[in-house]
């Protein structure tokens, strides 16, 4: 993980160093609530964002996605950072609160990574396998699922803070809870750790965070399916079947102008600039054409 950091900031000096540029036009304090699978991406930009606009100090917490719509509904954060979409019941309270619902911003292409210890000879997993491994329910397989590969491994996950928790339970478990043993931790490098110092252990977290203290595993959609690995090109393809996108929320009033740092931060995201630093933090840029749709979409 620390070389990756390390990396990860002598990306953003060597981007950041012929662009850099005083523009005291914009000052005040932006804060920025929400995913810890963003965290690093959120804090990246904020680095470079302030080199830019002297005049402004961009504050980062990462308490996990749920975070974000609590810190939007009451004022406490001026852009919420999700690994998943608001669900209806964090609309409607925000809705309930100003008449209208929240601005959703696509920023970025991540995918959750299944992985295990290195001396583990897995290779592959199915998404039948991976709902026997975590879900006490099984919907996915509409039946009892393959105990026999569940069978010895320690089995980890994310807590329920976190949106890749949320958002696999509902991609990889088709809604269904998760098994009781499920050994919850609070961020995705928790989870690495404890997956590479467990010989037997089994875990998920953002793609973004998997170093070479794990191996990750590809994934088919079944048996006779061809298993595909969470690498920037299939997430980017849409092949590999845990991919997400990755979010940031404000709160604009319709047919309303965004205020101006907010706004200015949200546009340095979605630049050339903004997205040249995703793969520094583990993530996929956005196309062209999405790119597009997102800018319309702040105006």
């Known amino acids: ?43 990246l930009w904020a680095a470079e964002f302030q080199a830019r606009h002297p005049g402004a100090h961009v504050q980062v917490q990462a308490a996990g996605s749920a975070s974000a719509p609590a810190a ?20 409607a309270a925000f809705r309930a609160r100003y008449g209208y619902a929240p601005l959703r911003i696509t920023v970025a292409h991540d995918a959750i990574a299944i992985f295990v210890n290195p001396d583990n000879p897995m290779t592959r ?3 039948a396998q991976v709902d026997a491994i975590w879900s006490r329910d099984h919907r996915c397989a509409n039946a009892p699922g393959d105990g026999a590969i569940a069978r010895g491994l320690l089995v980890n996950g994310r807590d329920a803070s976190s949106g890749t928790y949320e958002l696999f ?12 043993g499920v050994i919850a931790w609070p961020g995705n490098g928790a989870v ?13 977290a953002g793609a973004g965070y998997v170093n070479a203290l794990v191996k990750p595993l590809a994934i088919a959609r079944d048996d006779a399916g061809e298993a595909v690995a969470p690498d920037a090109r299939e997430i980017a393809s849409g092949r590999y079947p845990l ?12 047919d309303r102008e965004l205020s101006a740092l907010p706004a200015a931060f ?34």
Not at 74 to 85: K, L, N, Q, T, V
Not at 169 to 180: D, I, M, N, S
Not at 192 to 204: D, E, K, M, S
């Open 72 to 91: 939007l509904l009451e004022g406490a954060a001026d852009i919420g950072s999700m690994s998943r979409p608001m669900n209806d019941a964090e609309v």
């Open 243 to 254: 991919t997400r996108a990755l979010y940031l929320y404000v709160n604009r009033k319709p």
């Open 169 to 180: 339970r509902e991609t990889a478990l088709c809604g269904g809870a998760y098994r009781p």
């Open 266 to 299: 949200l546009e340095y995201a979605l630049s050339a600039q903004g997205q040249r630093l995703l793969p520094s933090a583990g993530f996929v840029a956005l196309g062209d054409d999405e790119l597009a749709a997102q800018r319309e979409a702040l105006r």
């Open 1 to 43: 993980m620390t070389a990756r950091v390390l990396a990860a900031w002598l990306a953003m000096f060597c981007a950041m160093a012929p662009n850099a540029r005083a523009d005291d036009a914009l000052r005040g304090t932006l804060t920025s609530v929400g995913s810890d699978t963003m965290s690093l991406l959120v804090t």
């Open 125 to 127: 997993i199915t998404l």
């Open 192 to 204: 690495i750790a404890a997956v590479a110092t467990q010989r037997n252990a089994i875990g998920y």
